[in-house]
């Protein structure tokens, strides 16, 4: 049982025990705030780095709505997947090299399915290079003043040196959500359908527990199960950020039950960007591969199963009600890829064979890491 900072002075003597219920490891940590104020309602080691697996995918999200208000390509743009894009372990999509999407498809999938290879493919060609789009990813979180975290990768998958903090996903989450209100719609998508298959949101408090409107799942063993949750009621939106639970059930019905209580109580004078750092060793990376991934993990080492459209098991008390009505279906597809190529490719394509393309860059702009130099048009062989 761990206990989570109120930062009313009131609430002080409360535990999580009285509010949350059963939470993962002591000191995980834990977040819940108002996005449009920015107020702290609680928070527990909101400093210490943490591995964000696919809640990676909402930094890569970000960096590509910023390239899109750039000018740099379209939502209807092509991602193109590379052979080294497809060779990601799952979850994924699949697709085979050379295979290409647009833009708005491939965020969609990310949000919905966390498909590695497509998210690997956005960092590509939107970036240029994996390198390129990590370095990018580095810089905007730099500019929104998240000092605690690094990025290596698009999709998450695990790297010893891409870590975030709690406090630091909260200022993405505000970055997402009021910076581009346009894309609101990414975030709460109840299930997709590729093809034939029906692929439901990882995030079981999407249609079903009440003002859900986001954000985002993730898992590796590194970091045990992660959850941002967003939810609006009356006009207020909160979000709930939990790192680190035990199972993808814990780590819901935790988001679930922060952002309940959340929404009858009032944030504090502290805000995200204003509260001061604080916890030990908050420096070093914890890693939870012991507890949810060894023998004697008593959940399966995933992202979970999809949500069914029921609640809890009977015999599990669940604050998640059960889904009365049909689920909400978005159909993606391959192709309909008619927007302009990405700017950072330098007007080439992805090389297919060995999937790491070092795209020819626009003399007129900063070359970013592992541009290619100046060249004439290459065409892609297959």
Same mark, same amino acid.
């Given at each position: 049982?761990?206990?989570?900072?109120?930062?009313?002075?009131?609430?002080?003597?409360?535990?999580?025990?009285?509010?949350?219920?059963?939470?993962?490891?002591?000191?995980?940590?834990?977040?819940?705030? %108002?996005?449009?104020?920015?107020?702290?309602?609680?928070?527990?080691?909101?400093?210490?780095?943490?591995?964000?697996?696919?809640?990676?995918?909402?930094?890569?999200?970000?960096?590509?709505?910023?390239?899109?208000?750039?000018?740099?390509?379209?939502?209807?743009?092509?991602?193109?997947?590379?052979?080294?894009?497809?060779?990601?372990?799952?979850?994924?999509?699949?697709?085979?090299?050379?295979?290409?999407?647009?833009?708005?498809?491939?965020?969609?999938?990310?949000?919905?399915?966390? #498909?590695?290879?497509?998210?690997?493919?956005?960092?590509?060609?939107?970036?240029?290079?994996?390198?390129?789009?990590?370095?990018?990813?580095?810089?905007?979180?730099?500019?929104?003043?998240?000092?605690?975290?690094?990025?290596?990768?698009?999709?998450?998958?695990?790297?010893?040196?891409?870590?975030?903090?709690?406090?630091?996903?909260?200022?993405?989450?505000?970055?997402?959500?009021?910076?581009?209100?346009?894309?609101?719609?990414? !975030? %709460?998508?109840?299930?997709?359908?590729?093809?034939?298959?029906?692929?439901?949101? !990882?995030?079981?408090?999407?249609?079903? !527990?009440?003002?859900?409107?986001?954000?985002?799942?993730?898992?590796?063993?590194?970091?045990?199960?992660?959850?941002?949750?967003?939810?609006?009621?009356?006009?207020?939106?909160? #979000?709930?950020?939990?790192?680190?639970?035990?199972?993808?059930?814990?780590?819901?019905?935790?988001?679930?039950?922060?952002?309940?209580?959340?929404?009858?109580?009032?944030?504090?004078?502290?805000?995200?960007?204003?509260?001061?750092?604080?916890?030990?060793?908050?420096?070093?990376?914890?890693?939870?591969?012991?507890?949810?991934?060894?023998?004697?993990?008593?959940?399966?080492?995933?992202?979970?199963?999809?949500?069914?459209?029921?609640?809890?098991?009977?015999?599990?008390?669940?604050?998640?009600?059960?889904?009365?009505?049909?689920?909400?279906?978005?159909?993606?597809?391959?192709?309909?890829?008619?927007?302009?190529?990405?700017?950072?490719?330098?007007?080439?394509?992805?090389?297919?064979?060995?999937?790491?393309?070092?795209?020819?860059?626009?003399?007129?702009?900063?070359?970013?890491?592992?541009?290619?130099?100046?060249?004439?048009?290459?065409?892609?062989?297959?």
């Amino acid at each position: 049982m761990m206990k989570i900072r109120f930062v009313r002075s009131m609430l002080l003597g409360l535990t999580v025990a009285t509010v949350l219920g059963a939470v993962p490891a002591s000191a995980n940590p834990a977040m819940l705030f %108002d996005v449009n104020s920015g107020a702290v309602i609680e928070h527990q080691e909101a400093f210490k780095r943490w591995h964000p697996a696919s809640l990676t995918k909402l930094m890569t999200a970000y960096t590509a709505f910023r390239a899109v208000k750039a000018g740099e390509l379209a939502l209807n743009s092509p991602i193109k997947i590379s052979k080294k894009a497809a060779a990601f372990p799952p979850a994924k999509m699949g697709y085979k090299p050379g295979s290409v999407l647009t833009l708005d498809n491939a965020l969609k999938i990310i949000m919905v399915k966390s #498909a590695n290879d497509v998210a690997a493919a956005i960092g590509e060609n939107v970036g240029g290079t994996p390198e390129a789009f990590a370095a990018r990813m580095n810089a905007e979180a730099q500019r929104l003043g998240m000092v605690g975290s690094h990025w290596v990768n698009a999709n998450g998958l695990h790297d010893p040196e891409q870590y975030t903090t709690a406090r630091d996903l909260a200022i993405l989450v505000r970055a997402i959500r009021l910076e581009y209100p346009e894309y609101a719609a990414y !975030f %709460d998508i109840e299930g997709i359908i590729a093809g034939k298959a029906k692929l439901k949101n !990882f995030n079981p408090l999407v249609g079903r !527990f009440p003002g859900t409107d986001g954000m985002k799942t993730g898992f590796v063993c590194e970091s045990g199960f992660n959850l941002i949750a967003t939810a609006t009621r009356d006009g207020r939106t909160l #979000a709930a950020i939990v790192l680190g639970a035990d199972s993808p059930d814990n780590r819901a019905e935790e988001a679930a039950k922060m952002l309940q209580t959340g929404f009858v109580r009032n944030g504090a004078s502290v805000s995200v960007t204003g509260l001061a750092p604080y916890g030990d060793n908050r420096d070093v990376a914890t890693s939870m591969r012991e507890e949810v991934c060894s023998p004697k993990a008593k959940h399966a080492a995933s992202d979970g199963p999809a949500p069914t459209e029921a609640g809890a098991a009977p015999d599990k008390v669940s604050i998640i009600p059960e889904m009365t009505r049909q689920r909400n279906w978005v159909t993606v597809s391959l192709g309909g890829a008619t927007g302009p190529m990405p700017k950072a490719l330098g007007g080439r394509d992805i090389v297919i064979e060995t999937g790491v393309p070092l795209p020819t860059w626009r003399p007129d702009r900063p070359a970013p890491i592992g541009a290619a130099p100046v060249a004439g048009k290459v065409q892609a062989r297959s």
